[in-house]
């Protein structure tokens, strides 16, 4: 298998949209693949965008980290992930959005509870990619994706009120030390990529942007964002403290944030909640966004057709 030439198919199996779309995208309420209607930049026009409603959101790395990467060595990786989201240069400031780290905790489950204390866990996965998700990526293409973010939302609004980052250590190197080995991943670049999606951003068809479909290992370039993905960030979240929304859901377009308050949905809980739901199958109005693992399948598809046919080398 050919590392170096794999892409990370993390959520939003894009792939279609990024062959489209010559620019960035945002996350929407309707899965890609399952939308045939563009706009004219080459992006779904399916459901509503994605967005956090407050100034603010939080996230938690597990206790656990990974044998490839120490806690503290992780812990410094994602806040400079999301870090430079937060700092993008917006017309009139910087985007509106960053992220806060509310610690470690113990659960390292993809889920999300309407009633009961959450956590946005990112979480390496040392032992088996995704055990959860066996039976939505069959014939073991699971094994190909890098890492993959899976968001919560309502689905009427397209309002974010979870989400989980999963790195997959499983079955990929990964290195914190900014200077990754030719067959290792910049976990930074990763990070950074995921915390894109975090926010609700989709991928590109801009290959020198950080929320291009595809990395490299060996190379720590994704880290930096591009102009494609600052203009991104700038219309999910403005400097002026507004969220870029649907007119359907705001009929300016524009919605103002709420104060900052980086608490999961129904508070922290460094546990898993026992009855939350790992999937899509929950309560109505919200979904979680666990579709993207099902959707990797798709993208990954498309890769495999595009290795069995040419450059890429194993
Ligand atoms: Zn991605």
């Not at 190197?173 to 930074?188: C, M, T």
């Not at 649907?246 to 009929?251: C, E, F, H, I, Q």
């Not at 524009?254 to 809980?269: F, I, K, M, S, V």
């Not at 899509?280 to 099902?294: E, I, K, L, Y």
Request: proline share 5%; hydrophobic share 40%.
């Amino acid at each position: 298998m050919n590392v170096r030439a794999l892409r990370w198919a993390s959520i939003a199996a894009s792939l279609v949209v990024a062959s489209r779309a010559d620019a960035y995208c945002r996350s929407r309420t309707v899965r890609d693949v399952a939308c045939d209607t563009f706009d004219a930049s080459g992006c779904p026009t399916c459901g509503v965008p994605l967005f956090w409603r407050s100034r603010c959101v939080g996230f938690s790395l597990q206790q656990d980290a990974s044998k490839q990467v120490a806690y503290d060595a992780a812990e410094r990786a994602v806040v400079r992930g999301f870090a430079r989201w937060s700092a993008a240069p917006c017309p009139g400031g910087t985007a509106s959005i960053d992220a806060r780290d509310l610690g470690p905790v113990l659960c390292s489950a993809v889920a999300y509870s309407t009633r009961a204390p959450n956590q946005n866990t990112i979480v390496f996965r040392d032992g088996t990619w995704r055990p959860d998700g066996a039976t939505s990526n069959p014939g073991g293409l699971r094994g190909e994706t890098i890492a993959l973010t899976t968001t919560s939302y309502n689905t009427r609004t397209g309002e974010l009120v979870g989400a989980d980052m999963e790195i997959n250590t499983a079955q990929f190197s990964f290195s914190a030390a900014g200077d990754p080995a030719p067959d290792a991943f910049d976990l930074e670049a990763v990070v950074t990529h995921e915390a894109g999606h975090f926010l609700g951003l989709a991928h590109t068809g801009d290959r020198s942007a950080v929320m291009y479909a595809g990395g490299e290992t060996g190379r720590t370039l994704q880290r930096e964002l591009k102009t494609d993905d600052v203009d991104a960030i700038c219309e999910a979240y403005p400097s002026d403290g507004s969220r870029t929304v649907d007119v359907g859901v705001a009929p300016s377009g524009q919605l103002a944030a709420t104060a900052c308050d980086p608490e999961p949905a129904n508070g922290l809980a460094t546990e898993c909640t026992a009855n939350a739901s790992p999937s899509c199958r929950f309560a109505p109005a919200r979904h979680v966004g666990h579709m993207h693992a099902t959707l990797t399948v798709i993208v990954l598809a498309l890769f495999r057709k595009r290795r069995n046919r040419a450059t890429m080398r194993a």
